[in-house]
C-alpha cells in the first residue's frame, strides 16, 4: 500500500495518540514516532521494530511495530495489575488500527 506521507503521519498520530492517552506515553515524544513509524513503514515492514515511549509503563514501556501488527509491551520484572490492564486495553484499541502494508 503506497500511502503519501501526510497519510502516515495521520495514521501513526492516530497511534500514538492512544499511547499518550490511555499508556501515559509523552507528548514530547510524538515527532520522533511518526520519523521512526514512517520509516520503518516504508523500508522495513518486514521486520519487527520496536520505540521507546514509557509512559506509565515505565523504562520498558514500547510500542511494537510489527507486519502482524501493533502492541505495546513492558519490562516482565516492572509487572503490575495497573500496567497489565492498561496493556490489555491499549493493544485491543491497536489491533483496531492496524494497518497492513501490502506491497
Known amino acids: 500500500m503506497n500511502l503519501s506521507k501526510e ?7 492516530k497511534v500514538y ?12 515524544f510524538l515527532e520522533s ?4 513509524a514512517t520509516t ?3 523500508d522495513h515492514f518486514w521486520q ?11 523504562m520498558g514501556g514500547k510500542i511494537y511495530l510489527d507486519p502482524e501488527g501493533y502492541r ?17 486495553e491499549v493493544n485491543e ?3 483496531g488500527l492496524f494497518m497492513p502494508n501490502t506491497d
Open 93 to 95: 484499541i491497536l489491533r
Open 33 to 36: 514516532f511518526l520519523s521512526y
Open 17 to 28: 495518540k492512544v499511547l499518550e492517552e490511555k499508556a501515559g506515553a509523552p507528548p514530547s
Open 72 to 88: 505495546i509491551g513492558y519490562y516482565a520484572e516492572d509487572r503490575t495489575e495497573e500496567r497489565a490492564n492498561i496493556c490489555k
Open 48 to 58: 519487527t521494530r520496536e520505540f521507546r515511549f514509557m509512559g506509565k509503563l515505565g
Open 40 to 42: 520503518w513503514w516504508n
Open 7 to 13: 497519510s502516515l503521519y495521520e495514521h501513526f498520530t
